[in-house]
């Protein structure tokens, strides 16, 4: 089973670059388009702000079930600030 994850993780890491690859080529592509069609209309090309750079997600850490147990029976022991009457 390791072998599985690891390449999931590896072709995974390659799909999502590829992606984003074609992404920037297709924005590329339509700013090229958009300015040939504002000076076939007679109007000066735009300048388009560079995009966004990705960035990468924080790692989430896994907590064990004992963590977990902890925070639970510490969250049970804690009193309710309701008003009883």
């Known amino acids: 089973m390791p ?3 690891f390449f999931q993780r590896f072709l995974g890491g390659r799909y999502s670059s590829l992606l984003e690859e074609e992404v920037s080529r297709l924005r590329a ?3 090229a388009l958009m300015n040939s ?3 076939t209309a007679g109007f000066p090309p735009v300048e388009f702000p560079e995009a966004p750079k990705p960035q990468p997600l924080p790692r989430l850490r896994k907590r064990s079930w004992h963590q977990i147990q902890a925070w639970r029976e510490a969250d049970a022991g804690k009193p309710n600030h309701a008003v009883e009457s």
Do not use: A, F, H, T
């Open 37 to 39: 069609l504002l000076g």
């Open 29 to 31: 592509e339509n700013r």
């Open 3 to 5: 072998v599985l994850s």
